[in-house]
Nanobody, 120 residues
Framework: VQLVESGGGSVQAGGSLRLSCAAS????????MGWYRQAPGKQRELVAS????????NYADSVKGRFTVSRDNAKNTMYLQMNSLKPEDTAVYYC??????????????WGQGTQVTVSS
């Protein structure tokens, strides 16, 4: 599965951004997708995830109530609406897709990342 993120940029604290992740390839094999982020000097962390079937979502405590993950299966696209952004949200945001391929092998694919910078 190939993933392409878009929508990153620079905003002031309190602002909003919407990230998109477009999937292509064997998208039918995707079970779930997620947004991760990595700030300089820190480990990559899960921000939000969504299951393909049923749409169950999960959020990091630090973004609950501010971020919303959604998906459009018809467009093979996942979104992350980020509101009330804080400087500590500054990071490179990565899209991830996981599932089981037709040959039975599990996969976990990543996008190239998109920079989000929040200034105070």
């Amino acid at each position: 599965v190939q993933l392409v993120e878009s929508g990153g940029g620079s905003v002031q604290a309190g602002g909003s951004l919407r990230l998109s992740c477009a999937a292509s390839g064997n998208t039918f094999s995707i079970n779930g997708m997620g947004w991760y982020r990595q700030a300089p000097g820190k480990q990559r962390e899960l921000v939000a995830s969504i299951v393909r079937s049923g749409g169950r979502t999960n959020y990091a405590d630090s973004v609950k109530g501010r971020f919303t993950v959604s998906r459009d299966n018809a467009k093979n696209t996942m979104y992350l609406q980020m509101n009330s952004l804080k400087p500590e949200d500054t990071a490179v945001y990565y899209c991830n897709a996981a599932g089981r391929a037709s040959n039975g092998n599990l996969f976990s694919d990543w996008g190239q990342g998109t920079q989000v910078t929040v200034s105070s």
